[in-house]
Every structure is written in structure tokens, then in C-alpha cells.
């Protein structure tokens, strides 16, 4: 059974076909009823608002159902062998957002229905996907470009390093010392990071280190030492004035809304390769 936990879990080339995927269900504009009769469980938390807006209103957009619980659901004596046992009678696949990646991988070993990672505390596949259809449509030689990453070892960060194994672009991660993610290229002088760059990647920063993070920020003036065509790609939540400077939010640098728009139909090709639905 073919599941979505880890980025690499697609090959580059199934990669490049759910991009297709996405293009064709663009141009639909959710006409075809591809989910018709089909039934997916979700578990998200209260808090999620643009993974869970995305999946339930993609879903529904292609005709499926969708019932939700919370992820604490998970979170009980039951083995997760016999949860799975009942819910493969009556779902045709899961989607769960929980911060346990390991909880997922011990789902997936037993499940016969497909089960896709919609955030972990460790790694979130789907929204990094999304991205890079997004930057695919903005650069021809997306693979091409150099990513720098601003923030601290952590679920997007491991996710774009991931990513640049997987496609084989040019990583670097710009911290201070003891964020670092393992293995990845690491620049700590933060005024000198931002030279080379094509693609400017960040994550929020936790309370406990923000004090270490201060000056560790996306301005326009570092901006300037990037490539011509730079774009500045924050994970939301993002919060102005902390990882990136409110001004760079209102210039022309940011993609963020434009690039998320794209959850959508990428969310729905996942959703549709895995249940052969295309």
C-alpha cells in the first residue's frame, strides 16, 4: 500500500506526476467528482487552518466525504493496529496532522487504505510539495536555484533539506549556532547568507529562542545581496517583525499567497494518485 509520510516516499518521477495532476485539476476547477463515493478521515487539531481548509474543501470540491476527529483521537490504549482494523471497513483513506511522526510510520505498517502526513513535529510533506509545484510555476529551473533557509532545525527546515536530497537543489540554512539541521550546509553570518540566493525559505521561531534569533531576520536591505528574481517564501504562521521584517511582507519579494493557494489542487493530486482516482 502506497502511503505519504516522508517527502521521498514519491519518486521524483511520481513527483513530477502528481505536478501534472495538479495542472489538470487546475483547469477543471473541481468539475470532475473524482472522490464521488469515497469517505476520508481526518485528524487535525482545532488550531490548523490552512492544511485542514485545503484537504476538507479539496475533498469536498471532487465529491468525497470527509469526517473529522481530533488527533488526541489517536492518543489512547488502543492499539493502533485494531483502530486502523475498523476504520479500513468504512475509509477510503486517512489524512492526520500529529505531532508524532513515529505514531504515523506504526499506522502505516498496518493499514490497507492510504494514509498521507499532513504535519508532523518532525517533517510536513505535503506543504513542502506544494511549494515546489508553486516555485515550478514560477521558475522553468526551479531545481536550479539556490534555497536558503532562515530559522532553526525543525518540521519545514528538515523538510526543505529533505527536499534538496530528494531533487537535488542547492540547500543552505542560515542560524546561530546549536539550530542547526543535521547535515545541512550552515551559514551563520546572516548578512552574508543571503548572497547566491535565488529562494528565501523560513519558519516561525520558537519563544525560547528568539532572544538567540534576534537579528537573524529577512530584511530588504539583505534581500538586495540575493539573485535578481529572488522570492522570500515564509511557512505560515509567520510572524512580521520576527523571522521576516514586516516590509518585506508588503513588497513585491513575497510570494507567500500566491504560493499557498496551490495547497489545493497539489493536496487533491496527492489525494487522487494514491487512490488511483486519475
Same mark, same amino acid.
Given at each position: 500500500?502506497? %502511503?505519504?509520510?516522508?517527502?521521498?516516499?514519491?519518486?521524483?518521477?511520481?513527483?513530477?506526476?502528481?505536478?501534472?495532476?495538479?495542472?489538470?485539476?487546475?483547469?477543471?476547477?473541481?468539475?470532475?467528482?473524482?472522490?464521488?463515493?469515497?469517505?476520508?478521515?481526518?485528524?487535525?487539531?482545532?488550531?490548523?487552518?490552512?492544511?485542514?481548509?485545503?484537504?476538507?474543501?479539496?475533498?469536498?470540491?471532487?465529491?468525497?466525504?470527509?469526517?473529522?476527529?481530533?488527533?488526541? *483521537?489517536?492518543?489512547?490504549?488502543?492499539? &493502533?493496529?485494531?483502530?486502523?482494523?475498523?476504520?479500513?471497513?468504512?475509509?477510503?483513506?486517512?489524512?492526520?496532522?500529529?505531532?508524532?511522526?513515529?505514531?504515523?510510520?506504526?499506522?502505516?505498517?498496518?493499514? %490497507?487504505?492510504?494514509?498521507?502526513?499532513?504535519?508532523?513535529?518532525?517533517?510536513?510533506? =505535503?506543504?513542502?510539495?506544494?511549494?515546489?509545484? +508553486?516555485?515550478?510555476?514560477?521558475?522553468?529551473?526551479?531545481?536550479?536555484? %539556490?534555497? &536558503?533557509?532562515?530559522?532553526?532545525?525543525?518540521?519545514?527546515?528538515?523538510?526543505?533539506?529533505?527536499?534538496?536530497?530528494?531533487?537535488?537543489?542547492?540547500?543552505?540554512?542560515?542560524?546561530?549556532?546549536?539550530?542547526?539541521?543535521? #547535515?545541512?550546509?550552515?551559514?551563520? $553570518?546572516?548578512?552574508?547568507?543571503?548572497?547566491?540566493?535565488?529562494?528565501?525559505?523560513?519558519?516561525?521561531?520558537?519563544?525560547?529562542?528568539?532572544?538567540?534569533?534576534?537579528?537573524?531576520?529577512?530584511?530588504? $536591505?539583505?534581500?538586495?545581496?540575493?539573485?535578481? #528574481?529572488? =522570492?522570500?517564501?515564509?511557512?505560515?504562521?509567520?510572524?512580521?517583525?520576527?523571522?521576516? *521584517? *514586516?516590509?518585506?511582507?508588503?513588497? +513585491?519579494?513575497?510570494? #507567500?499567497?500566491?504560493?499557498?493557494?496551490?495547497?489545493?489542487?497539489?493536496?487533491?493530486?496527492?489525494?487522487?494518485?494514491?487512490?488511483?482516482?486519475?
Amino acid at each position: 500500500m502506497k %502511503h505519504f509520510i516522508h517527502l521521498n516516499d514519491f519518486t521524483r518521477q511520481e513527483a513530477v506526476h502528481i505536478f501534472a495532476l495538479a495542472d489538470k485539476l487546475r483547469q477543471n476547477a473541481g468539475a470532475a467528482r473524482l472522490l464521488s463515493g469515497k469517505t476520508i478521515v481526518l485528524f487535525f487539531p482545532e488550531s490548523s487552518i490552512r492544511t485542514r481548509v485545503s484537504f476538507e474543501k479539496g475533498i469536498q470540491q471532487l465529491g468525497g466525504n470527509t469526517i473529522l476527529f481530533p488527533p488526541v *483521537a489517536l492518543d489512547k490504549k488502543e492499539d &493502533l493496529r485494531d483502530v486502523i482494523g475498523y476504520l479500513e471497513n468504512w475509509a477510503d483513506m486517512l489524512i492526520v496532522r500529529h505531532p508524532d511522526l513515529s505514531l504515523l510510520t506504526h499506522m502505516a505498517q498496518y493499514s %490497507h487504505i492510504p494514509i498521507i502526513n499532513a504535519m508532523t513535529a518532525v517533517n510536513h510533506p =505535503c506543504e513542502i510539495l506544494s511549494d515546489l509545484y +508553486s516555485l515550478s510555476k514560477r521558475y522553468d529551473d526551479y531545481l536550479e536555484k %539556490h534555497y &536558503l533557509f532562515v530559522g532553526p532545525k525543525g518540521n519545514i527546515g528538515n523538510t526543505w533539506k529533505a527536499a534538496s536530497e530528494w531533487m537535488g537543489f542547492p540547500f543552505t540554512q542560515c542560524c546561530p549556532k546549536g539550530y542547526e539541521i543535521e #547535515g545541512a550546509n550552515v551559514c551563520y $553570518e546572516i548578512d552574508r547568507a543571503f548572497t547566491g540566493q535565488d529562494i528565501i525559505c523560513t519558519d516561525s521561531i520558537p519563544s525560547a529562542a528568539s532572544e538567540n534569533f534576534k537579528g537573524c531576520q529577512v530584511t530588504l $536591505e539583505r534581500l538586495k545581496h540575493a539573485n535578481a #528574481g529572488v =522570492c522570500v517564501n515564509p511557512c505560515p504562521p509567520f510572524f512580521r517583525g520576527e523571522e521576516v *521584517a *514586516a516590509d518585506v511582507i508588503d513588497s +513585491s519579494y513575497f510570494v #507567500g499567497y500566491e504560493f499557498k493557494k496551490h495547497l489545493l489542487e497539489v493536496q487533491q493530486a496527492i489525494i487522487c494518485y494514491l487512490l488511483s482516482c486519475m
